[in-house]
C-alpha cells in the first residue's frame, strides 16, 4: 500500500472512529445531564445501564487516540504525514510542518486530562485495580476526569482532523450531533406519550 492510500485510509478510518465516539458522548450527555429530570424514570432498567456502559464505552474508546501504545494514535498519525508529506498528494493547500508541530503542541497541551483518562481506564474501566474494585468512588478523587474533559480529547482530535481532510479531500466531515438530539427528543416525548395513555386507561 502507498503513503497516499495509507494516508487516505487512516484519515477515513479516523473520521469514522471519531463520528462514532462523539455521537455515543452525545448521548451520554443528554440521559446524564438533560434538566427535564424523568428520562430515566420511564425506562429505567434500559436507560441506568446505557448509561454506565457509554460512559465505559467512550472513556476507553478516547483513550486508544491518545494512548502512547496504540498502532493509531494521534501522534503516530502526526509522524506519518510528517515523514511522507512530500510523498502525498492533496486537492488543497498541503499541511505544513509547521502546522503538525501546531498538533502536537495541540496534544500536549491535553496532557493533564489524557493522563487522568488513561488512568481511569487502566485503573478500573479496562482492569481490575485493587485499589478501585471496591471503593470505584474514589477513582475521581485520584484522577478527577468530567465528561467536558472527555469531550474537549474529542474537539482537539476532531480539530487535526478536520485540518487533514480539508487539506486532503478540500471537505470538512459532518457531524451528526445534531440529528441525535432531535431523535433522543423525540424518543423521549413518544416514552412520555405512551407513559400518559397508559395512566389515562387504568
Do not use: C
Not at 484519515?11 to 427535564?36: E, I, R, S
Not at 476507553?60 to 498528494?89: G, H, M, P, Q, W
Not at 457531524?175 to 400518559?196: G, K
Amino acid at each position: 500500500m502507498s503513503a497516499q492510500q495509507q494516508y487516505e485510509a487512516w484519515l477515513k478510518g479516523l473520521t469514522k472512529y471519531l463520528d462514532k465516539l462523539a455521537n455515543k458522548v452525545a448521548l451520554f450527555t443528554y440521559l446524564k445531564q438533560q434538566p427535564v429530570g424523568d428520562e430515566h424514570e420511564l425506562a429505567p432498567v434500559i436507560f441506568l445501564p446505557l448509561i454506565e456502559s457509554l460512559l465505559v464505552d467512550s472513556i476507553i474508546s478516547v483513550a486508544k487516540l491518545y494512548e502512547s501504545s496504540s498502532d493509531r494514535n494521534l501522534n503516530k498519525f502526526l509522524t506519518f504525514v510528517e515523514n511522507n508529506r512530500r510523498n502525498l498528494v492533496w486537492q488543497g493547500e498541503p499541511i505544513t510542518p509547521q502546522q503538525i508541530e501546531d498538533q502536537r503542541e495541540l496534544i500536549t497541551s491535553k496532557e493533564k486530562v489524557i493522563t487522568n483518562v488513561l488512568a481511569q481506564r487502566n485503573k478500573y474501566f479496562a482492569h481490575h485495580d485493587k485499589e478501585f474494585f471496591v471503593e470505584s468512588d474514589n477513582l475521581g478523587d485520584s484522577y478527577p476526569l468530567s465528561i467536558d474533559d472527555v469531550e474537549s480529547l474529542i474537539r482537539t482530535a476532531q480539530e487535526i482532523n478536520n485540518a487533514h481532510n480539508w487539506s486532503l479531500n478540500r471537505s470538512m466531515p459532518m457531524t451528526l450531533h445534531e440529528f441525535y438530539v432531535v431523535a433522543l427528543d423525540n424518543m423521549f416525548q413518544s416514552l412520555r406519550n405512551y407513559r400518559n395513555q397508559q395512566k389515562g386507561s387504568g
